[in-house]
């Protein structure tokens, strides 16, 4: 209980007393009535003092309590006012003249205060602060501007003998001006950022951006509405069983990878990761998709944001894959072409030694694939290319990569398990298939294929030398029987060889080595000389003689072909109207052109200049051309030799059958005279049916208005059988060697008028 007041119930008990004991002295004895009245005034004097020590008392402690007010306000660091219970301020401190701008003596003005704090708005809400409520309002500062404002009153100070209402009360307020600051800032600042975010989201749409998120911890993807649009999803979240469920089959990987790359990212890694898949969309196709992203680890690198654009790429990824195709794919059998594979190769080639892995390079060429076409027709010999890509592809459905990489070639490059066998293995394995479809759609015909292969670790500064070698070694079986040949020591020493000439060779040509040779041609019928091939032949400066054989396909494979041909072309026809100019009956000279010279030049510009330049009529030249050259590429093959022909230069089938030859081209192929090879006549004498097929073939050109030569007659047997079969002319050893310039003009000499029955 309150000091004040246990006092105040004591001198109350007290007056009781002495009223009780009045009355009693009143009805008691005399004596005992003085004692006791001179007790009551005692006690009534006492009594008077007391009270007016505790009036002081009371007066002194609300003194002191005024002055602790008054200190703990000019302390405190907010506004105060000290009200009395009329609301009349008693005091205000200097937090509040400090934020209105008055001072205390402007405030002492009542007129003032209410200017600042006008009473009908803080008396109710002076009210309500009372009732424990804070309440906010404005105030005017001295100059008019409204400070926010928020106030806390109670009750502080009673004056215990005064009035009813004879207490204080002291309001304290917050200047809330920087927080309604910031208030209107985070208003002004969430609300562009709604807007802004308005815009983003608009953008996104328009774009076709759709958003994917997971959230650090979270177990779910976050997906934006656009990105379910995308999707056909009607959820905003997405658990990741079904997100990879969506993952096309050959894309899950992808996926994989992504939550992989969760756990893998390091913290500070802020690349931007980028990502594409086919999922399956809102149409119920798959699409292609462009992931951009990136993650943010988490703690202990164990779950981690990952948040970025989703960008449906199917249309840009049909164009790519468009172009791809038409760069990478081989049009007849539907599987890559050598540009890929060089390009897939030179990739792994790069990777491989790093990886501490090796692969194998195997080529294949369909053996006698010209014949399945000339015999079979065009379309079969597609089929067949096709069956064979299907082969290929069938084979590395383990592992691997394959293509077409010419005509007939086709190339493998398959992960090396360790186990040496495993090329011959695979290349057996699709000469049996080969044999198998082949035979099923050729009418019984099999097929077979030859294989040159390496192991990519074996040798080669880059991919292309690896496949040299693979192609090099191919090279080197004679493409009928279903040789397979491994790159090795001997295959590589060939190779330095030919390296080897081939630098020599260059120079070979400045320094006039390579010379001319002469071979007579005779007219079977009456013996005279018609012509003459000319022969190349290298006469190094110790004087051995390097037959053409050794050299030209050397030449073939570098540039130098098309100088050695084109120093031919014009020794030839310079030769020819040198000795036509002497006087010599004019005749033919013909000349040997390589595949080389027929397809990567423009042999009609060519041979237009050297006849030009030496003055040689075209009617005394003449192209040899062999059938495999003509048949690399026939359309290509006819259309040039018509342009030579035009000319008026004649065209020759050389060495006609060596190959699998087959009359049928013969129509195809604007050629005026056909060259038997020397193989066809070496047996003639003892070989009836050498004799028959020799006679046939004359017979079929002769009817095809086509002349025949013979070559490589070394005896008057074969001279005469070919004579009676009606070969027209004949060339060989019988009727003269190739010889140098000087020696044929010397048998032309002795030639002419000479006749060979006389
Ligand atoms: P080819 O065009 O078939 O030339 C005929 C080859 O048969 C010549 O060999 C010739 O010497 C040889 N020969 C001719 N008659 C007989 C004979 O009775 N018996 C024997 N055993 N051989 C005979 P050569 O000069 O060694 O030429 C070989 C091949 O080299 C030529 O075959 C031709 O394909 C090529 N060649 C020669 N000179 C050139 C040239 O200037 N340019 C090109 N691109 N190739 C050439
Ligand atoms: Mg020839
Ligand atoms: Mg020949």
Known sequence: ???????????????????????????????????????????????????????????????????????????????????????????????????????????????????????????????????????????????????????????????????????????????????????????????????????????????????????????????????????????????????????????????????????????????????????????????????????????????????????????????????????????????????????????????????????????????????????????????????????????????????????????????????????????????????????EFLMHQTVTCSAGYCKMSDGGDNFAAILDHAEFSLSMSDGTKGDIIRYDNKVHERILAGNAIESELSHALENGELVLYYQPKINLADGSLIGMEALIRWIKPDGTIVPPNQFIPVAENSLLITDISNFVLHEACRQNKKWQDMGFPPITVSINLTAVDFYQTNVKEVIQTALAETGLEPQWLDVELTESLALKDIDHAVQQMKEIKELGVKLSMDDFGTGYSSLSYIQVLPITLLKLDRSFIMYLEEDEISREIVSAVIRIAKSKKIETIAEGIETIGQAEILKESGCDHAQGYFFGRPMPADKFEEFMAMKCGMNVNA
């Not at 209105?100 to 003005?109: F, H, K, N, R, V």
């Open 1 to 439: 209980m309150h000091k004040l007041a246990r006092s105040i119930s004591i001198i109350a008990v007290y007056i009781a007393a002495l009223f009780t004991v009045l009355n009693i002295a009143l009805r008691i004895p005399d004596y005992t009535k003085v004692i006791m009245i001179s007790y009551a005034a005692v006690a009534a004097v006492s009594a008077v003092i007391l009270i007016s020590v505790l009036i002081n008392y009371e007066r002194e402690r609300v003194v002191r309590e005024r002055e602790n007010i008054s200190n703990i306000m000019q302390t405190i660091n907010a506004m105060a006012i000290l009200w009395d219970a009329d609301f009349r301020y008693v005091e205000v401190n200097s937090e509040l003249t400090k934020t209105i701008g008055y001072t205390s003596e402007d405030l002492s003005d009542m007129k003032t205060l209410e200017k600042v704090l006008p009473a009908d708005a803080f008396a109710p809400s002076l009210q309500a602060v009372i009732n424990n409520r804070d309440e906010e309002f404005y105030v005017t500062a001295k100059g008019g501007a409204k400070v926010c404002t928020v106030w806390n009153t109670s009750i502080v100070s009673v004056n215990t003998f005064r009035k009813k209402k004879s207490y204080l009360m002291l309001s304290i307020g917050l200047d809330l001006s920087e927080t309604v600051r910031m208030k209107e800032d985070l208003i002004q600042y969430s609300k562009n950022l709604a807007e802004s975010e308005k815009r983003y989201m608009f953008s996104m749409e328009l774009s076709e951006i759709g958003l994917l998120l997971k959230e650090s911890g979270a177990s779910n993807y976050h997906i934006s509405e656009q990105l379910q649009k995308m999707l056909g999803i009607t959820s905003e979240v997405i658990s990741p069983g079904v997100f990879r469920a969506r993952f096309h089959p050959e894309d899950v990987m992808i996926y994989d990878a992504l939550e992989g790359t969760m756990t893998n990212t390091r913290s500070g890694d802020h690349t931007t990761h980028s990502t594409e898949f086919r999922m399956l969309a809102a149409d119920n196709t798959y699409h292609w998709y462009q992931f951009r992203y990136k993650v943010n680890p988490g703690k202990n690198r164990i779950i981690a944001d990952i948040g970025g654009a989703v960008l449906d790429i199917t249309k840009d990824k049909e164009k790519d894959i468009l172009i791809e195709k038409m760069a990478y794919i081989d049009d007849v059998t539907q599987i890559f072409n050598r540009n890929k594979f060089m390009q897939i190769g030179q990739e792994t080639f790069e990777c491989s030694a790093e990886a501490g892995q090796t692969y194998w390079v195997i080529v294949f060429d369909i053996d006698n694939f010209h014949i399945i076409n000339d015999t079979c027709g065009y379309l079969n010999g597609n089929k067949l290319l096709n069956e064979f890509g299907q082969l290929v592809k069938q084979t590395l459905t383990k592992g691997g990569f394959g293509a077409r990489i010419g005509g007939d070639n086709f190339a493998m490059l398959i992960h090396d398990n360790g186990d040496e066998t495993l090329p011959v293995k695979i290349i057996k394995d699709i000469q049996s298939k080969l044999q198998e479809v082949s035979s």
